[in-house]
């Protein structure tokens, strides 16, 4: 499916340019909006944490959306990078169904994010009535400025908006697949099971044609002539791995969803979903923000949950789960920063993850003088540039294009 030009919205001055108000209609379920912010340092200036600017609206699958753009963030934690979100906008047949969409936002020169089969990948989420998502940490602002996305004192961004489906309340019809949960319940009751692993001390229970069914390492593991050992117990044994990323591992083969890291330990205002009323939406509506958070009370939790997707892609890979490989790829490209950037492309060079290595190689070449010392003098520099010596020849020559 090819994605459909939706229109574009021009922001000048810190407001929508009059010629770009009116709505634009595609009648397709995938279709793009352009955002284009000229101005961007006065706008900045002008606009306070917590004030957004709104693109025109514009038609995607019968739904009417907007773009909503925070210059300074949308609220004080993310004060130092640009907020993005797409909101459906309210009407009488909104508010009586459920959309379920994914969405991308993407600078408009990262022509590999526009493919629908990269949107394909990304979570599907629950919409209804004024509802928005999105990256309260779309990317920091230092770092825009330092990038080649900004040119003039203009960036533009692609909002890719793909609707899977509705459901209507008021009918009999049932238009969505409710597998995934059926699955997930079989999983949590565990009724069937006929299968146990026994990691880092943990036990799983689970169905071994589930799995088999998923990957095709299972189906040798399980139904094959390869064998896992087992303990005492009885239970497979699962070693090098970590309970919490075996747990995500099932929880995906059965959902074919990317579940949340220990929801009990993560802050409860970190959640990037805005939707008024829908507690029953909670887990959907903890949208993964977008850029490193490398400062403040938020460290901690950004490193475990780097150091968890990192182990999960290690976990795809090992069980041929390649969609689940792909969604940690990108969500590892989108918490790039100084920090993290050794490890993840030291990770990226061992998996061969070409995406990810050229968006770690990418972010490394627009930083300045002093960032590029704070990323050498990470733990993750040492590893990388003795295990991988070729990656430094790489990055080399990507600095060298900058004196060009």
Not at 3 to 12: D, E, N, Q, R
Not at 13 to 38: A, I, K, M
Not at 248 to 275: H, R
Not at 356 to 373: D, G, H, R, T, Y
Request: proline letters at 3%; aromatic letters at 8%; hydrophobic letters at 40%.
């Amino acid at each position: 499916m090819s994605s459909t030009f939706a229109g574009v919205s021009i922001l000048a001055g810190g407001e929508l340019c009059p010629s770009t108000e009116s709505p634009v209609v595609t009648s397709t379920n995938c279709g793009y909006h352009l955002l284009v912010v000229q101005d961007y340092s006065r706008t900045k200036r002008a606009t306070p944490t917590g004030t957004s600017i709104c693109s025109r609206p514009f038609m995607v699958g019968r739904h009417e959306w907007c773009i909503e753009y925070y210059p300074n963030g949308q609220k004080k934690s993310c004060a130092d990078f640009i907020s993005l979100y797409v909101n459906l906008l309210n009407d009488d047949d909104d508010a009586k169904e459920r959309v379920k969409a994914k969405f991308e936002f993407s600078f408009i020169d990262e022509a590999e994010k526009h493919k629908p089969m990269y949107i394909s990948g990304t979570e599907t989420l629950s919409f209804r009535g004024e509802c928005l998502r999105g990256y309260g940490k779309f990317m920091r602002k230092d770092v825009l400025e330092q990038s080649a996305n900004l040119m003039d004192d203009c960036f533009t961004v692609r909002c890719d908006i793909m609707v899977c489906d509705t459901e209507d309340a008021g009918s009999s019809k049932v238009l969505l697949t409710e597998i995934d949960q059926h699955l997930n319940n079989l999983l949590q009751t565990k009724v069937g099971a006929d299968v146990t692993f026994e990691v880092s001390g943990e036990m799983f229970a689970a169905h071994r044609c589930v799995l088999a069914a998923r990957s095709k390492v299972f189906m040798a593991q399980l139904f094959g002539p390869m064998k896992e050992g087992t303990a005492a117990s009885g239970a497979i044994q699962i070693k090098d791995m970590e309970a919490k990323v075996f747990r995500a591992l099932l929880s995906f083969i059965y959902t074919d969803s990317l579940p949340l890291l220990e929801e009990d330990d993560m802050e409860e205002d970190e959640g990037e979903a805005m939707e008024e009323g829908q507690e029953e939406e909670a887990a959907e509506d903890e949208m993964a923000e977008v850029a490193e958070q490398g400062q403040g009370e938020d460290a901690a939790e950004d490193a475990t949950e780097l150091q968890w997707l990192q182990d999960l892609l290690v976990a795809a890979d090992r069980y041929d789960l390649q969609r689940l490989r792909f969604i940690c790829e990108k969500r590892l490209s989108e918490r790039i920063g100084v920090t993290s950037v050794a490890s993840t492309l030291a990770l990226a060079e061992q998996r061969h993850c070409r995406g990810l290595k050229e968006a770690c190689l990418k972010f490394i070449q627009v930083q300045s003088p002093l960032c590029l010392q704070k990323v050498m003098a990470t733990d993750g520099w040492e590893p990388l540039i003795t295990t991988y010596p070729s990656v430094l020849n790489e990055l080399i020559a990507k600095l060298a294009s900058n004196q060009k």
